[in-house]
């Protein structure tokens, strides 16, 4: 998955793999991110939305899917994923978890 992810210029070889791969929340996420480097934001959005609803107390799916709606300039969905994010129930809270909950609460407190 991760040597897909980082390969340009594969989209038909892309989508034959993709049948062979054991569906993950990671797997997602990497998918997501190669179509976010090839700017197919629709894309992103779908592989990063089935790896939030795979694992619902992982924070990065959700974290990835803030930055696709930053990118696209999507604020109100954006807002709306942060407040998401900032009132997860996550099983272990760790330096990653507390520094993406507090951009969060950074992002929701500027004026956009």
């Not at 190669?34 to 592989?47: D, R, S, V």
């Not at 930053?70 to 990653?96: C, D, F």
Request: hydrophobic share 30%.
């Amino acid at each position: 998955m991760t040597w897909l992810s980082k390969q340009s210029r594969l989209e038909s070889h892309l989508k034959k793999r993709i049948k062979d791969i054991l569906p993950s929340c990671e797997g997602f996420c990497h998918l997501g991110n190669y179509y976010m480097e090839q700017n197919k934001f629709i894309q992103a959005e779908y592989y990063y939305r089935w790896a939030s609803y795979m694992i619902p107390t992982r924070m990065q799916p959700q974290y990835l899917l803030w930055q696709l709606y930053v990118t696209t300039g999507e604020k109100e969905k954006a807002r709306r994923v942060a407040h998401t994010i900032i009132g997860m129930p996550l099983k272990v809270e760790n330096t990653y978890t507390l520094k993406i909950k507090r951009r969060m609460k950074e992002y929701l407190s500027q004026k956009h």
